[in-house]
């Protein structure tokens, strides 16, 4: 138990504080970008850390309220807890966290997918001659 606590803590402030570094990054890079298409995936990027950070507000939330109030006795005050608002603040940041980066790694999959289909379309269509 006291393990899995750890993990939850450790895994959670490294969220936070890398995600915290990658979107302060990207944000003092969007005014760098020279063209709208670098702009959206930059911004994308952003959406993930975002993402990723609200699931390291989650691990720290539930490591903390584990550690605090529930420490071995979850079973007995298991009702409370899933019918409680900390339980159902940690269900929507998760959704909500996990819902934009799948988002955003969506939109970045067909950007890539649209970019190498149309790579390959301008390799094997014939150049046309200029007579």
């Not at 450790?10 to 298409?37: E, R």
């Amino acid at each position: 138990h006291w393990a899995l606590t750890s993990l939850c803590w450790f895994m959670g402030v490294l969220a936070i504080v890398f995600n915290t570094v990658a979107v302060v990054d990207g944000l003092n890079t969007l005014k760098s970008c020279k063209t709208g298409s670098i702009l959206y995936i930059r911004t994308l990027i952003i959406l993930i850390g975002c993402g990723d950070f609200l699931m390291g507000i989650y691990l720290v939330v539930l490591s903390f309220y584990d550690s605090v109030t529930h420490k071995d006795d979850f079973c007995i005050n298991q009702h409370e807890w899933l019918t409680g608002i900390p339980c159902m603040f940690l269900g929507v940041v998760s959704t909500f966290g996990t819902q934009v980066s799948l988002f955003a790694m969506t939109i970045l999959s067909i950007i890539r997918a649209s970019g190498m289909i149309r790579s390959a379309m301008a390799m094997t269509l014939p150049k046309q001659v200029n007579k």
